[in-house]
């Protein structure tokens, strides 16, 4: 099992930035992706994959609406991954969860196996 905990949200202005972080613990040696997830804003959508990263191999993927505004990181070492959020615009503002992925490099939820309790953040001026 891999236990995983968000950290970093909060409210911002738009065009801010904010940080958010993702502490994997447990059988971390298993894991083979991290991914940034949004929970959806109409009813009835899922998590939104926003960017993954492939911990073995560091290929990532970004969303289109968050290309070259948002990046992903990794620190093995620790056992994090980051998500560096600029620019931010009010619709942005979603919870925004953290999880891994035992065997794809998809950023597709269905593919993540353990997820985070997530972190709000909130962009309005």
């Known amino acids: 099992q891999v236990q995983v905990v968000e950290s970093g949200g909060g409210l911002v202005q738009p065009g801010g930035s904010l940080r958010l972080s993702c502490a994997t613990s447990?059988?971390?040696?298993?894991?083979?992706?991290i991914g940034w997830f949004r929970q959806g804003q109409a009813p009835g959508l899922g998590r939104e994959g926003v960017?993954?990263?492939?911990?073995?191999?560091?290929?990532?993927y970004y969303a289109d609406p968050v290309k070259d505004r948002f990046t992903i990181s990794r620190d093995n070492a620790k056992n994090m991954v980051y998500l560096q959020m600029n620019s931010l615009k009010p619709e942005n503002t979603t919870v925004y969860y953290c999880?891994?992925?035992?065997?794809?490099?998809?950023?597709?939820?269905?593919?993540?196996?353990?997820w985070g309790p997530g972190t709000q953040v909130t962009v309005s001026s």
């Open positions: 999880a891994t992925s035992y065997k794809s490099s998809s950023c597709l939820a269905a593919d993540y196996n353990y």
């Open positions: 960017s993954c990263i492939s911990v073995r191999h560091g290929g990532t």
């Open positions: 447990g059988l971390t040696s298993e894991i083979y992706s």
